[in-house]
C-alpha cells in the first residue's frame, strides 16, 4: 500500500534575533484560542492590504485582543508574519500529502501529491500570500530562510520520504530519492508556478492536467521498477 509517511520535519529554523520561534507560536497555534486569533486576523489582513500598511494595531483590533496581548505572544510584526508564513507552509505540506494516502497504487498516489501541489498555485489568496512573502525577503532576508525551511523543504522531504518507501516495496527504483522528489515536483509543474505568480493570466486547468500527466509519465519511465504495475 502506498502509505505517505508522517514524519516529523528533520530541521529546524532559527529564531531570527528579537523575534519570537515561529515553530513555538505555531505549535501554541492548535491550543491557544488568542495566538489562533492573531494568526487569522493577520492572514486576513495581509492578503486584503500591503505589508507596510497592516499595523499590529490593525491586528490587534482584527483579533479582538489589545496590543498588549497580541505583544505577549509576538514581539514584532515581523515576528507574527514570520511564524504565519510558517503556519500556512506546514499546513499546505499536510494537506498535500494526505489524499495520497488513500491510494494503494503508486502511480495514483504521485498524482495525488502532484493535483494537491499544484493546486496551490490555482488560488488567488495563496499566490497573493506568496507574493507578499517574496517582496518581504530584500529587507526581512531571514524571513527566506523561514519560508524555505517551513515550506518547499518540508514538501520534498514528504514527496523524499514517499519515494523512499516506495523504493522500499520494490515499486520504484530509486537511487538518490531527495534528488528525485525535487526531480518530480519540477517535472510536474514546469512553468506554471511562475505563470501564476507573476499574472499572466489564469491558471487553465487543462494545461494544469496536461503539466501533471506528461511529468508524471516520465518520472515514472525513469523510476518504475521493471514489471511493477
Known amino acids: 500500500m502506498s502509505r505517505v509517511p508522517t514524519k516529523t520535519p528533520r530541521s529546524k529554523v532559527q529564531p531570527m534575533e528579537g523575534a519570537a520561534d515561529p515553530q513555538v507560536a505555531v505549535s501554541e497555534e492548535s491550543t491557544n484560542p488568542k495566538v ?6 493577520a492572514h486576513a489582513l495581509f492578503l486584503e492590504h500591503s505589508y507596510d500598511s497592516v499595523s499590529t494595531d490593525a491586528i490587534a ?3 479582538k485582543v489589545s ?3 497580541l505583544y505577549v505572544y509576538f ?3 515581523e515576528a507574527l508574519f514570520a511564524t504565519l508564513v510558517s503556519q500556512q507552509c506546514r499546513q499546505t505540506a499536510q494537506a498535500m500529502m494526505i489524499s495520497a494516502s488513500a491510494s494503494d497504487d503508486v502511480e495514483e498516489a504521485l498524482r495525488r501529491i502532484a493535483q494537491n501541489f499544484m493546486g496551490m498555485f490555482a488560488t488567488t489568496d495563496a499566490l ?3 507574493r507578499t512573502i517574496i517582496a518581504q525577503i ?4 531571514q524571513l527566506g530562510q523561514v519560508f524555505f525551511e ?3 523543504k518540508i514538501l520534498r522531504e514528504r514527496v523524499e520520504d514517499f519515494l523512499r518507501d516506495a523504493a522500499a516495496r520494490g515499486d520504484l527504483e530509486i537511487p538518490d530519492p531527495q534528488l528525485a522528489a525535487s526531480q518530480f515536483l519540477q ?6 508556478p511562475l505563470t501564476g505568480l507573476l499574472g499572466l493570466g489564469p491558471l487553465q486547468q487543462d494545461r494544469i492536467e496536461v503539466a501533471i500527466e506528461s511529468g508524471l509519465a516520465l518520472f515514472l519511465k525513469g523510476y518504475r521498477s521493471p514489471g511493477a504495475g
Open 75 to 77: 514581539p514584532s510584526k
Open 187 to 192: 517535472l510536474v509543474s514546469v512553468d506554471v
Open 36 to 41: 489562533r486569533q492573531l494568526l487569522e486576523a
Open 67 to 69: 496590543k498588549a496581548t
Open 138 to 141: 530584500p529587507r526581512f532576508p
Open 61 to 63: 483590533k482584527a483579533a
Open 128 to 130: 497573493a500570500f506568496y
Open 150 to 152: 517551513s515550506g518547499p
